[in-house]
C-alpha cells in the first residue's frame, strides 16, 4: 500500500454519506486504484448500511471490499464541513480514513488495516495532529507511522 501526498484530500465539500462515497469512488478510479468508480461507491454505502462506520470525535473508517478494488488502499479526506454521520459520541464527522481492499483480500489486509487505524484512533496525540495539520507532508508521515505500525511518542 502507497500512502502519500496524493492520497489525501483536505477541503472537501460534501453534503452527505453519499455525496461523499462518490466523491471518495471517482478519486480512487481517477489514481487508479479501483477499476470502477460507481460498483467502488456502492461497495461504501452497502457496508455503510450494515453497521456505521462513525468512531468519535470526528471521525470514521469507511470501508469499501470490492473486486473492482485493484490494491489495498487508504484514502484520508477532512471535510469543509462535518456531515451527519451515526457515531458513538453523536458527534458528526469532519475525519475521514476512507479503506478499500480487493474482496480476496477481505479477511487479513482489511482487519490489519482497521485495527491499526482504530487503535491510532484511541491515541489524543494522534486524534489532535490529524485535526490540526494542514500539512499533507506532516500527515502523511503521521498516518504512514500509524499504518506500518510504528507509534509515535
Request: net charge negative; glycine share 4%; with cysteine.
Amino acid at each position: 500500500m502507497d500512502f502519500n501526498e496524493s492520497t489525501i484530500l483536505l477541503d472537501v465539500a460534501v453534503a452527505s454519506k453519499k455525496e461523499l462515497f462518490e466523491v471518495i469512488a471517482n478519486y480512487a478510479y481517477e489514481l487508479g486504484f479501483v477499476a470502477n468508480a460507481a460498483e467502488t461507491c456502492e461497495a461504501f454505502i452497502e457496508r455503510e448500511a450494515e453497521y456505521s462506520t462513525g468512531l468519535q470525535d470526528g471521525f470514521a473508517i469507511p470501508h469499501a471490499k470490492a473486486k473492482t478494488v485493484l490494491k489495498p488502499t487508504v484514502l484520508f479526506i477532512r471535510l469543509k464541513q462535518e456531515i451527519e454521520w451515526e457515531t458513538f459520541d453523536d458527534s458528526a464527522v469532519k475525519n475521514i480514513f476512507a479503506l478499500m481492499v480487493p474482496k480476496e483480500d477481505g479477511g487479513t489486509v482489511h482487519l490489519e488495516m482497521l485495527s491499526r487505524l482504530a487503535t491510532a484512533l484511541l491515541e489524543e496525540s494522534f486524534i489532535q495532529q490529524v485535526q490540526r495539520s494542514e500539512d499533507k507532508t506532516q500527515l502523511v508521515e503521521l498516518i504512514k507511522k500509524e499504518m506500518i505500525g510504528e507509534r509515535i511518542k
